[in-house]
């Protein structure tokens, strides 16, 4: 069983920056794609950013250019930079390890962007 452990979140300031860590448990993270997800008050959860096990990132739209994930395998833990932050960045994220059989999610952090 994989434990996946948020940190990082928090209250911010529109414009302002946040760093959000994910540290999973286990032996071989490094083989696995890792990703952030968010989902917001009445709203589907939907992908943030994706990285894979050669480091090949893909990010959603709105966060393209502003959002930054990155990990660090030694330390089994993905992140996820996120600057200019906008009020529409509120949610609660989540980060998740893929498996071929769905994957693990961890418990979630709370970001929120005020105006």
């Known amino acids: 069983q994989v434990q996946l452990v948020e940190s990082g979140g928090g209250l911010v300031q529109s414009g302002g920056s946040l760093r959000l860590s994910c540290a999973a448990s286990?032996?071989?993270?490094?083989?696995?794609?890792m990703g952030w997800y968010r989902q917001a008050p009445g709203k589907q959860r939907e992908l943030v950013a994706r990285i894979t096990s050669d480091r090949s990132t893909n990010y959603a739209d709105s966060v393209k250019g502003r959002f930054t994930i990155s990990r660090d395998n030694a330390k089994n833990t993905v992140y996820l930079q996120m600057n200019s932050l906008k009020p529409e960045d509120t949610a609660v994220y989540y980060c998740?390890?893929?498996?071929?059989?769905?994957?693990?999610w961890g418990q979630g952090t709370q970001v929120t962007v005020s105006s």
């Open positions: 998740k390890q893929d498996r071929l059989s769905g994957g693990y």
């Open positions: 286990g032996n071989i993270f490094s083989i696995y794609t």
